[in-house]
T-cell receptor, first 111, second 115 residues
């Protein structure tokens, strides 16, 4: 079993839709949870990080962690064509520990 | 501009011909790492370095070597490339133990094809 799993998609939504991206993880020692965004032909870049359980909001993006069910979510409100990318969820035991990545979900936002 | 620079970006080579992919960062980061990205498998760590002269194996180190003689550089060496090393490679760096977020800064990737 992979430590971090996510549906690879692809996911295609119309512009303005609310997008929900989800991951599950298996290691209960994970405390840091991250979402990286990767545009085509580019390296991943950190979009959001969350420590332990709870929600974190940044503009149109909300990251949610439920440690009881080992579930990580990223919500994108009012999705834009510029949000089209692959989204990688990731987890780590500490802020400086090895980061374990999920395989990524490919998202296309259609104008 | 803060960045991680990898070279070459694209490379086609043949089995057994030694090659080096360079990686350099200008952010004075302690931690550097190499990943390979394959469809369905995501990012897998090859080697990492916590600081100068300190390197360690990641999840898929077979067939690769690294060195960290200077803080800014972390080259990836394929002594005898094989077709199963055809992949997209990323170098990443971070502040290591001094970080608050664990944010990794990635290069733009090096696409390697081994024939």
């Amino acid at each position: 079993q992979k430590e971090v799993e996510q549906d690879p998609g692809p996911l295609s939504v119309p512009e303005g839709a609310i997008v929900s991206l989800n991951c599950t993880y298996s290691n209960s020692a994970f405390q840091y949870f991250m979402w990286y965004r990767q545009y085509s032909r580019k390296g991943p870049e950190l979009l959001m990080y969350t420590y332990s359980s709870g929600n974190k909001e940044d503009g149109r993006f909300t990251a949610q962690v439920d440690k009881s069910s080992k579930y990580i979510s990223l919500f994108i409100r009012d999705s834009q064509p510029s949000d089209s990318a692959t989204y990688l969820c990731a987890a780590a035991k500490t802020s400086y520990d090895k980061v374990i990545f999920g395989p990524g979900t490919s998202l296309s936002v259609i104008p | 501009e803060a960045q991680v620079t990898q070279n070459p970006r694209y490379l086609i080579t043949v089995t057994g011909k030694k090659l080096t992919v360079t990686c350099s960062q200008n952010m004075n980061h302690e931690y550097m790492s190499w990943y390979r990205q394959d469809p369905g498998l995501g990012l897998r760590q090859i080697y990492y370095s916590m600081n100068v002269e300190v390197t360690d194996k990641g999840d898929v180190p077979e067939g690769y070597k690294v060195s960290r003689k200077e803080k800014r550089n972390f080259p990836l060496i394929l002594e005898s490339p094989s077709p199963n090393q055809t992949s997209l490679y990323f170098c990443a760096s971070s502040f290591g133990r001094r970080t608050n977020t664990g944010e990794l800064f990635f290069g733009e990737g090096s696409r390697l094809t081994v024939l």
